[in-house]
């Protein structure tokens, strides 16, 4: 969603104002023979289905009655770049948390409570009636008052309220079947107003993050340990949404400090090495001319006064520590020669503006 909301003020539009596509499918028969199937204007397109609404922050606004005509054919048009891949590890569904607790408020408010905070969204089937409506908005603690609130997580002005991590539901006759589709929050508490018939066990959270393999097992005989590792890991799959962020909520920034400092954590406990060198390739994707990594990547969300701070000490070394650090780990040196160059430039530039 190039247009979506990003960074702690929700900025549009960092990406451009336009979507498109680009995709290749290729099938290989037992004789070797490929097909290939690629996006062209003869694709068809259609913009009212039932997702009217869709922010990888915010959250969608569906109407679960409508169905998509696929009445317009694809445009053609021109990119100044090639987009790639990422070449990262797969974005997964894991862990699924059913049958939540319900909690009512002082105030009367029915509240899912589902036992573990986690970055990721939510499913549900009910029967209902056409034009109901079910409204969730996810969060992570309750106020002073023992009210549901999104407080915490929110930034607020008199011209946006960000990120708003809700899902608007409106149903269609009989069950209703649903999945976040273009949205992840982060949440263990959602605030569900309806005026359907509903059960907390129709409710299921699953928590998405990359698919880097656990390679840590813990456990000893003080249980606040135990519940220190297993909350480290948590905060770990909370925050790896393909590229490290500082949380799943507010800003969701590539901070390339918490990035750095984590890095030698995250490779005790998970098989580290692909996501640790797309996100280093991400770092000088982003890499300025005169060799100055920036403290965010990718740049997305970036308000203005952040650029002067790039180049800054804990943050853009990144580029260098987190090579430095996984070769150290794992001693695999080719980390270090296929970012020799990119690292080069980055100490010659910090050579220039610090001195020898």
């Known amino acids: 969603m190039v247009s979506g909301r990003c960074g702690a003020w929700g900025l549009k539009n960092q990406y451009?104002?336009?979507?498109?596509?680009?995709?290749?499918?290729?099938?290989?028969?037992?004789?070797?023979?490929?097909?290939?199937?690629c996006t062209d204007e003869e694709w068809l397109w259609s913009?009212?289905?039932?997702?009217?609404?869709?922010?990888?922050?915010?959250?969608?606004?569906?109407?679960?009655?409508?169905?998509?005509?696929?009445?317009?054919?694809?445009?053609?048009?021109?990119?100044?770049?090639v987009p790639s891949a990422s070449n990262n590890v797969l974005l997964k569904e894991h862990e699924k948390l059913s049958n939540p607790t319900l909690i009512t408020t002082p105030k009367g408010a029915k509240v899912l409570n589902f036992g573990q905070n986690i970055a990721g969204y939510l499913s549900f089937t009910v029967n209902a009636k056409a034009g109901q409506t079910i409204r969730l908005r996810f969060g992570e603690m309750f106020d002073k008052d023992g009210e549901f609130t999104q407080a915490n997580i929110q930034c607020r002005?008199?011209?946006?309220?960000?990120?708003?991590?809700?899902?608007?539901?409106t149903c269609k006759q009989g069950t209703n079947v649903y999945k976040t589709k273009f949205a992840i929050f982060g949440f263990q508490y959602v605030l569900v107003e309806s005026d359907v018939d509903w059960k907390s066990d129709n409710f299921t959270a699953i928590a998405v993050y990359s698919d880097m393999e656990e390679t840590m097992r813990f456990d000893c005989s003080h249980e606040l340990i135990n519940r220190f590792v297993k909350s480290t890991l948590w905060?770990?799959?909370?925050?790896?949404?393909?590229?490290?962020?500082?949380?799943?909520?507010?800003?969701?920034h590539g901070w390339t400090g918490d990035a750095q400092i984590f890095v030698n954590t995250a490779s005790y406990l998970f098989d580290y090495d692909a996501f640790a060198r797309k996100y280093?390739?991400?770092?000088?994707?982003?890499?300025?001319?005169?060799?100055?990594?920036?403290?965010?990547?990718?740049?997305?969300?970036?308000?203005?006064?952040?650029?002067?701070?790039?180049?800054?000490a804990g943050w853009s070394d990144a580029g260098i520590l987190i090579p430095y650090r996984m070769w150290k780990q794992f001693g695999d040196e080719r980390i270090l020669r296929d970012r020799y160059d990119d690292m080069k430039r980055f100490a010659l530039f910090k050579i220039k503006k610090l001195g020898k």
Request: proline fraction near 5%.
């Open 157 to 169: 002005n008199k011209k946006v309220t960000t990120p708003l991590q809700q899902i608007v539901y």
């Open 47 to 81: 913009n009212d289905g039932p997702i009217r609404f869709a922010d990888n922050k915010d959250g969608e606004i569906v109407e679960a009655s409508r169905k998509p005509s696929y009445g317009g054919k694809a445009k053609k048009t021109k990119c100044r770049i």
């Open 16 to 37: 451009g104002t336009q979507t498109k596509l680009l995709a290749q499918l290729e099938l290989c028969d037992c004789k070797g023979k490929r097909t290939f199937v």
């Open 280 to 312: 280093v390739a991400d770092m000088c994707d982003g890499q300025r001319k005169n060799g100055c990594f920036r403290q965010i990547t990718p740049r997305g969300g970036v308000n203005f006064y952040m650029n002067s701070m790039d180049g800054s």
């Open 235 to 252: 905060s770990a799959k909370n925050n790896h949404a393909d590229v490290p962020t500082d949380c799943p909520t507010r800003e969701r």
